[in-house]
């Protein structure tokens, strides 16, 4: 079956750095879009970044210039470079297969930036 398994989340100071990682199996990765979404608390979860199998990128304007998605097909992983973190980026950040219907969540991975 279709795994999405999440790390890299923490704490971080503000103007700090984290990578998140999302290692996918059970497809065929290279053909499938990629996005990472996140769900901050009394909030509804939002996209942050997709990116398709062709490498062709998006990003929610609230992190554009400030996060990098890319995937690796040789290891079926999904990154998420993150960088200038503020405190309003604190959220469960989810890996999703399938863009834009979502296929398959992955189970989340907290990132708290703290001011």
């Known amino acids: 079956q279709v795994q999405l398994v999440e790390s890299g989340g923490g704490l971080v100071q503000a103007g700090g750095s984290l990578r998140l990682s999302c290692v996918v199996s059970?497809?065929?990765?290279?053909?499938?879009?990629m996005g990472w979404h996140r769900q901050a608390p009394g909030k509804q979860r939002e996209l942050v970044a997709v990116i398709t199998s062709g490498g062709s990128t998006n990003y929610a304007d609230s992190v554009k210039g400030r996060f990098t998605i890319s995937r690796d097909n040789a290891n079926n992983t999904v990154y998420l470079q993150m960088d200038s973190l503020k405190p309003e980026d604190t959220a469960v950040y989810y890996c999703?297969?399938?863009?834009?219907?979502?296929?398959?969540w992955g189970q989340g991975t907290q990132v708290t930036v703290s001011s």
């Open positions: 999703a297969n399938g863009h834009p219907i979502v296929r398959k």
């Open positions: 059970g497809i065929i990765f290279r053909l499938n879009a």
